[in-house]
């Protein structure tokens, strides 16, 4: 999620690229923002490296007329994932957190045709809107969405016997949940396999949280948990909101 939302499209390069700069500093309003104050290094990244597939962005665009589209996985984020996917050859991901299925899509269309992607999402409203999309993309046969609380998805798949057949996680739902995610993620995924997630930053107050911010001090909790978790290879990034990248040893 990056906080931003948007009244136009030719703002939308705009955004992450606010997003991005506005990582860690506790001004950023997330408010829509000016052309005039971008800057030109980061602008010229965006002009110069984002691709997004026709079906993504007519997706991108009906999630913006959504009221919760801050939601929605920022285009560069997105690219990077389908790129880490792509690196390790992934077959087998799960998203928890789907929402109206971007980044659901996004995976999707990086995988083989023998791909598979579960993603779980509790709001049946977001599901409507997503399928439709992954049809005309054609990988309607490679989504399976999970209508309900993604713990019990991941539950069912541990019960299933697929544990350690997972290239591919990425956490982005409820933040209350995300350490247990997290461990439920890492019992899912192979050695080698990556687990991303989501909002790691949270506009950057992780950043010494206030006593009353549970979300902020939780998220610090498991940042700080990563750094010394001798069971992965670590990166936390600065894109978007953040993003951790944990690779299983
Ligand atoms: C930040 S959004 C996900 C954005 C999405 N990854 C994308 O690519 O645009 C979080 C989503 O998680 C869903 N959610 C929240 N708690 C959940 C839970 N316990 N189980 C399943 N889904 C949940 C919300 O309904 C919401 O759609
Ligand atoms: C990026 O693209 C926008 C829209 O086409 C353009 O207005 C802007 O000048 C470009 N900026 C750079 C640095 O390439
Ligand atoms: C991914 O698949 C390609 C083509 O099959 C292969 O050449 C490459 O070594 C594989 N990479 C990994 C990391 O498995």
């Not at 928890?96 to 990086?110: D, E, S």
């Not at 019992?187 to 997630?197: T, Y």
């Not at 990563?226 to 069971?231: A, S, W």
Request: hydrophobic share 45%; net charge negative; with cysteine.
């Amino acid at each position: 999620m990056c906080g931003c939302s948007f009244l136009d499209i030719s703002v939308i390069s705009i955004c992450f690229i606010f997003c991005w700069s506005g990582v860690g500093k506790s001004a950023f309003t997330g408010k829509i923002h000016g052309i005039e104050n971008v800057d030109p290094v980061l602008q010229y990244v965006a002009n110069n490296s984002l691709r997004e597939h026709p079906v993504l962005t007519k997706l991108r665009l009906r999630t913006l007329e959504d009221q919760w589209s801050t939601m929605m996985v920022a285009s560069d984020q997105a690219q990077l994932m389908a790129n880490l996917i792509r690196l390790i050859n992934a077959t087998k991901a799960i998203e928890i957190g789907m929402y109206t299925g971007y980044n659901a899509l996004n995976m999707a269309l990086a995988m083989p045709e023998s791909g598979r992607v579960v993603a779980c999402e509790i709001e049946s409203t977001y599901i409507d809107i997503a399928k439709p999309f992954f049809k005309e993309a054609g990988v309607e046969n490679k989504i399976d969405v999970r209508h309900q609380i993604a713990m019990k998805t991941l539950d069912e798949l541990i019960a299933a016997g697929e544990a350690g057949t997972f290239d591919f996680v990425f956490i982005d739902a409820d933040k209350f949940n995300y350490d247990r995610y997290y461990e439920k993620s890492l019992e899912l995924i192979r050695k080698g396999g990556i687990i991303a997630i989501d909002n790691v930053l949270w506009n950057g107050k992780v950043v010494n949280p206030a006593p009353s911010d549970l979300t902020s001090q939780g998220l610090d909790a498991l940042n700080k948990k990563l750094h010394k978790d001798q069971r992965i290879e670590l990166s936390m990034l600065t894109v978007g909101d953040g993003l951790t990248i944990a690779i299983k040893r």
